[in-house]
């Protein structure tokens, strides 16, 4: 298909406008094809990626996180491992193209898709920040069976569960990534408990303090990105190649 037509719907999708100011989002290296027959979809892009793909003919590549994030020539210069990443990637003239925080907040995108993984009802934004998610359970559960639930509803290998707050959850925020930090948003618009990743221990202490309910889940939650686009990009040519790479997660021991 035509890489104008499909980077055209990625735009009105997921318009960088809904993203945060000064993220990077879009093109990230090389030069579109004229034509796009075969994508790579992956969370990050980095040389475990690279060597599971570089035999296979890609005319384009899509990622969650940007690959270079912050200007090009400073990243470059201060991470080796990436500047010969990118000079592999350029050399095969494969271009990349990130959809960051606009995925993230976009209608269908990154927390709609959780959300509705773990089964939430009445999908919103939160009044607070528009990028987050919150909803409503069918029914009321105990807080401890609900972080069960959700393990294996985003088929998670672990997750840790602060229970400060009610012992029975209904009301629901949700936001992948690592925004544990903006649990208090969710606790003054009355949700009772929020989910997200990546929370040093002062937001846990913070958690504690306030007496609410956090969920921390993996940050790898997030390569839910990976099937949500690849339905998307069906929806405009059937007949487009899609090649997957999932990322593992870390080793529990």
Not at 76 to 96: F, N, S, T, Y
């Amino acid at each position: 298909m035509q890489t104008s037509k499909l980077i055209y719907h990625l735009r009105k999708w997921y318009p960088k406008s809904v993203g945060y100011p000064g993220d990077f989002i879009g093109l990230q290296t090389g030069k579109f094809k004229k034509e796009t027959n075969t994508v790579l979809l992956c969370l990050d892009f980095d040389t475990d990626v690279f060597n599971k793909i570089k035999n296979e003919k890609i005319d384009l590549i899509l990622t969650h996180h940007p690959l270079i994030y912050g200007k090009r020539k400073e990243v470059l210069e201060a991470d080796h491992v990436k500047r010969a990443l990118v000079k592999r990637v350029d050399k095969l003239k494969i271009p990349v193209y990130s959809m960051h925080t606009n995925f993230d907040a976009g209608v269908d995108g990154m927390n709609d898709n959780l959300a509705k993984a773990i089964g939430l009802k009445n999908i919103k934004p939160l009044k607070s920040d528009p990028m987050f998610r919150g909803g409503n359970l069918k029914e009321a559960m105990e807080v401890n069976t609900f972080a069960r639930y959700v393990k294996k509803a985003l088929n998670l290998p672990s997750l840790y569960l602060i229970n400060r707050g009610k012992k029975m959850v209904k009301k629901v925020a949700i936001c992948g990534g690592a925004a544990g930090g903006c649990f208090k948003m969710a606790q003054d618009e009355g949700y009772d408990i929020f989910i997200s990743g990546d929370a040093p221990h002062h937001i846990r202490h913070d958690v504690n303090c306030y007496q609410f309910n956090y969920l921390e889940i993996w940050h790898e939650a997030e390569q839910i990105f990976i099937p949500v686009i690849a339905r998307r990009l069906r929806t405009l040519d059937k007949k487009i190649k899609i090649i997957m790479v999932s990322q593992p997660y870390p080793k529990v021991l």
